[in-house]
């Protein structure tokens, strides 16, 4: 079956980059999706990418995909304190139903 | 705010139990799909409901069962409730499954805690 594997914790400074990866197993997705939970919240769609293309880029977001490696990475520049969240990669199951998520990566940023 | 409403947000329950979790997908939207997040697994994927059928089935166990109404709320319910049950259960709506950028919106959650 699907599976989207994460590392679980990335801490930066405020100011640096952060980069969060993540790999998927099988997928049909047509798009490729980063969501974010903040502290007692529900997940929020942060950005997302067309499976056909390589790099999209949203102000200070940018998302690599890597369609051959199964390889999808998030980058945030100039991190800051209010990006401190859960990071969540998910892609469309094999029968294109249902999205599957990995376990989330905590970003903790330090001032 | 979402849009998605979800009821109640915290529910403590004893082993044994049933309870019954609540959603109102946004407006307009007619799949429903609920997921349970817990420390140790992560984000699952339980099942998925559209326009009142159910559409697909993930890791839900046989002891939860869900619909989903005319109206298009759905509910979740967990019978015969184990310790292991307590999580936070997310309910998310999307408008049609596979249309426009597949995007989910996601409830608060209903966390439950089993003792």
């Known amino acids: 079956g699907e599976d989207v594997e994460q590392s679980l914790f990335l801490s930066v400074r405020e100011g640096d980059s952060s980069v969060i990866n993540c790999t998927y197993t099988?997928?049909?997705?047509?798009?490729l999706y980063w969501y974010k939970q903040e502290p007692g919240a529900g997940l929020q769609l942060l950005t997302y990418i067309f499976s056909n293309m390589d790099m999209k880029q949203d102000q200070r977001l940018t998302v690599l995909l890597n369609k051959k490696d199964k390889h999808l990475s998030l980058r945030i520049a100039d991190t800051q304190t209010g990006d401190s969240a859960i990071y969540f990669c998910a892609v469309l199951n094999q029968a294109g139903t249902a999205l599957i998520f990995g376990k989330g990566t905590t970003l903790s940023v330090s001032s | 705010d979402s849009g998605v409403t979800q009821t109640p947000k915290h529910l403590i329950t004893a082993t044994g139990q049933r309870v019954t979790l609540r959603c109102s997908p946004r407006s307009g939207d007619l799949s429903v799909y609920w997921y349970q997040q817990s420390l140790d697994q992560g984000l699952q994927f339980l099942i998925q409901?559209?326009?009142?059928?159910?559409?697909a089935k993930g890791n839900i166990l046989e002891r939860f069962s869900a619909q989903q109404f005319p109206d298009l709320h759905s509910e979740l319910n967990l019978s015969s409730l184990e310790l292991g049950d307590s999580a936070l259960y997310f309910c998310?709506?999307?408008?049609?499954?596979?249309?426009?950028?597949?995007?989910?919106?996601f409830g608060e959650g209903s966390r439950l805690t089993v003792l």
């Open positions: 409901y559209y326009n009142g059928e159910e559409r």
């Open positions: 099988d997928s049909s997705s047509t798009y």
């Open positions: 998310a709506s999307s408008v049609v499954p596979g249309q426009n950028t597949g995007e989910l919106f």
